[in-house]
């Protein structure tokens, strides 16, 4: 499973907060291929031809102008704005770590400022754009999950975190894809008390994702493995209340009988 999020509305937003600020009077001043090579410019010249990168989608080349900006004129209003923008430049050039730096560094320098809450949108979205499948280490998930839910602390009524509640259920699913597939690994090697402890975390922790009703028949078989018939009943019974008419259920029920029936002849013989 790999996630996605190069969305035009990311960056739409980011051009309604900062589309409109290119400097009135445009620079004339050409800048060539060495325009990231350090020489002093004036602001309005720097921010424009950061910008111009921007639109020519030369992500890269539009961040280390950004930077310049700040650099060069740590004091203007401009730089403020520059410390944003590059954390977006780097964020379109797939420069994710970068990105986190530039926006962690806009909210320690402005924490109050009207952007922060797109700063931590911002820092939350290059976490969640390097989810990767749910067979390698899932750290940078649980960043994204982190990520999310500060957002949402902070800025409960904006629409960035309207949007981080939607990816938090997807963030969640994946987490609890990778405590599946641990469980499933342990059922092939027999570590049935193992695979019990991984498929009841997806239950408790994971209650609204979409691989509960499995968890619960993964779990009913390990029960039955272990030859713990209370508990693998007890655990098909809460599948049949919730998901009576899934296959994972039928699976479950069958073996329960099929447990019971081989019971019930050990008993008659």
């Not at 960056?11 to 050409?30: D, E, H, V």
Request: proline share 2%; glycine share 4%; charged share 30%.
């Amino acid at each position: 499973m790999r996630f996605t999020f190069r969305s035009p509305w990311l960056r739409a937003l980011l051009l309604i907060l900062f589309g409109g600020l290119a400097l009135a009077g445009c620079a004339k001043n050409k800048i060539g291929k060495d325009s990231n090579r350090y020489v002093a410019r004036d602001v309005d010249t720097l921010y424009n031809a950061a910008k111009d990168r921007l639109d020519q989608h030369r992500y890269k080349e539009s961040a280390a102008l950004f930077d310049e900006v700040e650099r060069q004129h740590p004091y203007s209003i401009w730089a403020r704005r520059a410390e944003l923008m590059s954390a977006f430049a780097h964020y379109m050039a797939h420069e994710y770590a970068e990105s986190v730096t530039a926006a962690q560094r806009f909210i320690s320098i402005h924490p109050g400022n009207r952007d922060a809450a797109y700063a931590y949108y911002l820092i939350a979205i290059d976490y969640y754009e390097q989810i990767g499948d749910v067979d390698r280490d899932q750290k940078v998930t649980q960043q994204a999950l982190d990520a999310m839910g500060e957002l949402i602390r902070r800025y409960p009524d904006t629409r960035y975190s309207s949007d981080a509640r939607l990816k938090e259920d997807l963030i969640n699913d994946h987490l609890a894809g990778k405590e599946m597939v641990i469980g499933r690994f342990y059922q092939k090697r027999a570590l049935w008390l193992a695979s019990v402890i991984r498929f009841r975390h997806v239950i408790d922790s994971f209650q609204t994702s979409t691989h509960v009703p499995e968890a619960l028949m993964r779990l009913t078989e390990s029960y039955l493995e272990m030859g713990v018939l209370d508990e693998a009943k007890r655990s098909a019974a809460v599948l049949g209340a919730n998901y009576p008419g899934t296959d994972w259920y039928k699976h479950a029920y069958e073996l329960i009988e099929k447990k019971e029936g081989a019971k019930a002849q050990i008993f008659k013989s």
